[in-house]
């Protein structure tokens, strides 16, 4: 009949809540450290997108085809490099190929700049055929690399 519930102490004297209350006071000066911080960045103007100054952003656009074109011509330009390293082009055509290489991808982009970014059939086609005459000149100056076991 007499049985009586222990007495579970609100103050200090239980570890389990000495341990709670101590976990409850680093959190909330935590949050009020962090909130000026969190304040603040929330505030600042955010950092362009690396290459956002060049005009190529994150999302599509003219910026994406842009850097797809440039990473084309690193690309060609890598490709000149370890042709010379395996002497299959000396470094006199492969400087000549960049140089080629890099006027033509000029003069498309004068061209689309010109038409308002929109060329007719006839100009597409002409940009075309030069672009797979550069392509088969650098091909036949090339030795395969085959040819360079011997």
Do not use: W, Y
Not at 138 to 150: E, T, Y
């Amino acid at each position: 009949m007499g049985h009586t519930r222990p007495v579970v102490l609100m103050n200090q004297e239980n570890p389990i809540m000495r341990l709670t209350s101590a976990l409850r006071s680093a959190v909330v000066v935590s949050l009020l450290l962090a909130t000026p911080v969190l304040a603040a960045e929330t505030t600042a103007t955010p950092a362009p997108a690396p290459g956002a100054e060049q005009g190529m952003s994150c999302h599509g656009g003219e910026g994406h085809k842009r850097f797809k074109h440039e990473r084309k011509l690193q690309r060609m330009e890598h490709r000149f490099d370890r042709a010379v390293a395996e002497g299959r082009l000396t470094q006199a055509q492969a400087d000549q190929f960049r140089a080629e290489g890099r006027q033509l991808r000029e003069e498309m982009k004068a061209q689309r700049e010109a038409a308002g970014g929109q060329l007719s059939e006839d100009q597409r086609q002409k940009l075309r055929e030069r672009m797979r005459a550069f392509r088969e000149k650098v091909k036949s100056a090339m030795k395969p690399a085959d040819a360079q076991k011997p």
